[in-house]
């Protein structure tokens, strides 16, 4: 495909107006400085019509083009040299309807402003544990928060979505409506179109509830896994907690993030076990859900280049295998500049994901097991292949250490998974009918650059 040339930009300006920016640096900006990449071309539209003006003209004239709704991706997949990119910032409004319970959300929306605006009527959605994140981005590919426990996943509380599909008709997929395409965008959503607006289910939420960040001493590690070990078996789906590694105070630390839907007193007495092992630092408290969904937004820094990766770990957890992670990680940040890096066990209760087949959504990641996540911030291009190693070969000790492929779910979650990661690895079973859905979605395969469908042994970047 051609790169947008100078007379073809001017026509897309002349055609789309007021949507092209001039803020193009900050515009081709990203939450990872790997994906910053000189788009030819960056539309911020405002509407699914002008969503459906941009496919048009870009493979009316061969042109690449990519979505951006967030920038938190690290995969590069909403990044383009010479190509559009079609950034759904501007279309961030909300709408709730405390009658039917539902929010209806714009594309480009951040699950802050969903957590807000349905608190001001007494309702949450499962959402992002990061609200800072993008509501599509997240949702397409499946999505849980700490809501999870009650509600399953992000996707299992859509109830319609509008796309743009490449052949640049605007559609509604839901149940009843376009239900195979309802099907597919449910794990793959980003294969198929454009999303413009989603719609889901609410439900009522208290107003405060009890969570927070705690550092610990190295020493602790054992006990920690102990409490998780007990939390996979005594949870009510109203608790949850993430533990991990970090640097605090430039030592390699123990991190907990904790969650717990309820009232003070219960949830210090729930999570006891591990306010009692003395944290150097503990800022838990009653705080409003929206603020516990921003809890793991501080866990990142702002700036540099960054890598996020993911496996899948089931309990009960091994000890011996955590603390092997834990040394190699610790000689990661001794001897690489990796301030800010993260490796997180992410205990979310999996009771109401499993009671969804795997064969009912494109979503193939259901199983009784927990996601692990690892964020790796660094400085310098020349570090870029040796952080993917390191990388990999810790999510890969995992994998390979508790981790079956004829267990129900395929155990890679699509949010974190990156272009290394097959379509076969991501949909398992699913992925004939996927590649079915795509002749007729999307026949030219103009929706490939998260992960490339009809490539099963690998994907395009």
Not at 363 to 370: E, I, K, S
Request: glycine share 8%.
């Amino acid at each position: 495909m051609p790169f947008l040339s100078y007379p073809a930009a001017l026509q897309l300006k002349k055609e789309l107006g007021e949507q092209m920016p001039d803020d193009y640096l900050q515009s081709i900006s990203h939450w990872s400085d790997t994906c910053a990449k000189g788009a030819g071309a960056v539309v911020k539209v405002t509407s699914a019509q002008e969503v459906s003006m941009v496919i048009a003209f870009a493979t009316k004239q061969y042109i690449p083009f990519v979505v951006y709704s967030g920038g938190f991706n690290t995969s590069g997949a909403s990044s383009t040299y010479g190509g559009i990119v079609i950034s759904l910032e501007n279309m961030h409004s909300v709408a709730v309807n405390p009658k039917s319970n539902t929010v209806t959300v714009q594309g480009g929306a951040r699950w802050v402003d969903v957590d807000k605006a349905a608190a001001e009527h007494g309702l949450a959605v499962v959402g992002a544990t990061a609200n800072h994140l993008s509501v599509g981005g997240t949702t397409l590919g499946g999505g849980l928060g700490w809501l999870t426990g009650s509600h399953g996943l992000i996707i299992d509380n859509l109830l319609s979505v509008k796309m743009v599909l490449a052949n640049t008709h605007i559609v509604t997929a839901s149940i009843s409506e376009n239900p195979d395409l309802f099907w597919a965008v449910r794990g793959a959503g980003q294969d198929f179109g454009v999303a413009t607006e989603f719609t889901f289910k609410a439900y009522p939420q208290r107003d405060s509830v009890f969570a927070g960040l705690l550092f610990f001493k190295q020493n602790v590690l054992e006990k920690i896994v102990e409490f998780a070990n007990k939390l996979d078996k005594t949870r009510n789906g109203n608790q949850g907690m993430f533990f991990g590694f970090t640097d605090y105070m430039q030592e390699t630390a123990i991190v907990a993030i904790l969650f717990y839907n309820g009232i003070q007193e219960e949830a210090e007495k729930f999570f006891e076990p591990i306010l009692s092992l003395s944290p150097v630092r503990n800022n838990t408290k009653m705080m409003p859900y929206f603020e516990a969904n921003g809890v793991v937004n501080v866990a990142a820094r702002a700036t540099g280049r960054k890598r996020i990766s993911g496996t899948s770990i089931k309990p009960p957890l091994d000890i011996d295998l955590i603390r092997e992670i834990y040394r190699e990680f610790d000689m990661v940040m001794a001897n690489y500049p990796v301030g800010n890096s993260m490796m997180i066990f992410e205990i979310v209760p999996y009771d109401e994901v499993v009671k969804v087949p795997n064969d009912a959504t494109a979503y193939a990641n259901r199983g009784r097991y927990y996601n692990v996540a690892s964020i790796f911030c660094w400085e310098g291009e020349q570090l870029d292949g040796r952080m993917k190693t390191l990388q990999h070969f810790m999510m890969n000790k995992i994998r390979q250490h508790s981790f079956h492929y004829n267990d129900d779910g395929v155990g890679v979650y699509a949010n974190y998974a990156g272009y290394e990661t097959n379509a076969k690895e991501l949909f398992g079973d699913n992925l004939p009918r996927l590649q079915e859905l795509k002749k007729k979605y999307d026949p030219n395969n103009v929706f490939r650059k998260w992960h490339d469908l009809l490539v099963e042994t690998g994907s395009v970047g």
